[in-house]
């Protein structure tokens, strides 16, 4: 079947501590996002990436860092610079055509220890 | 898992009838309309899209409808059934400078529950 994997389902961080969240996806798209989930609010977009080794900074790119090396991969880290980071983290990716939907993974969770 | 959006506006429907889920849109720009549906600690599923040059688009019982003089979406479920309870949110797509495609903006999204 084809879709969005992103792993781990749950995440803990320590202070200090950096973190990787992965996201796979084999739909062949050419673009991939990073959304962060707060309760009582929309999705806000962390970074997105149109094309394999290019990638542009959202509206909420501060304390966080991608790479796009693969045209399957984009993977989030977390860094200790980001004093916020309890949310729930959704990984997109769509062809990168004008009126195509983006679709979802199912997500990872990350806490503070 | 947890809820994401516990403050949502909320809808229960009774199960067999009819749903109808509003969404108002900002800009006047946006060209492309998305809704998903998103339950609980899941990714959001794509359910329906509709292009501004349209204003209905019917899909396997849902129907959105665009109203864009007054920058209004909505989103009809026939026949809900239990597996319909869900938070369902509309997304606004616009074109941007350097994105390539649309840049979607989120709503927070409507918890509809199916009594039985």
């Known amino acids: 079947d084809g879709g969005i994997t992103q792993s781990p389902k749950y995440l803990f961080r320590k202070e200090g501590q950096n973190v990787t969240l992965s996201c796979e996806q084999n739909?062949?798209?050419?673009?991939m996002y990073w959304y962060r989930q707060d309760p009582g609010q929309g999705l806000r977009l962390i970074y997105y990436?149109?094309?394999?080794?290019?990638?542009q900074k959202g509206d909420i790119a501060e304390g966080y860092s991608v790479s796009r090396e693969k045209k399957e991969s984009f993977p989030l880290t977390v860094t200790s610079a980001q004093k916020n980071p309890t949310a729930f983290y959704l990984c997109a990716s769509s062809e990168g055509r004008a009126n195509q939907p983006q679709h979802f993974g199912d997500g990872t969770r990350l806490s503070i220890l | 898992g947890e809820s994401v959006g516990l403050h949502l506006p909320t809808l229960s429907v009774q199960e067999g009838d009819n749903s109808i889920i509003n969404c108002a849109y900002s800009?006047?720009?946006?060209?492309?309309f998305i809704w998903y549906k998103q339950e609980s600690g899941k990714g959001p599923q794509f359910i329906i899209d509709?292009?501004?040059?349209?204003d209905k688009r019917q899909g396997q019982r849902v129907t959105v409808l665009l109203n864009k003089t007054v920058k209004h979406l909505s989103l009809q479920i026939a026949a809900t059934q239990p597996g319909d309870s869900a938070v369902y949110f509309c997304a606004e797509g616009r074109p941007e400078t350097n994105f390539g495609n649309e840049k979607l903006t989120f709503g927070t999204g409507t918890r509809l529950t199916i009594i039985p």
């Open positions: 509709i292009r501004s040059n349209m």
């Open positions: 990436s149109q094309i394999v080794n290019d990638f």
């Open positions: 739909l062949n798209h050419d673009a």
């Open positions: 800009n006047s720009a946006s060209d492309y």
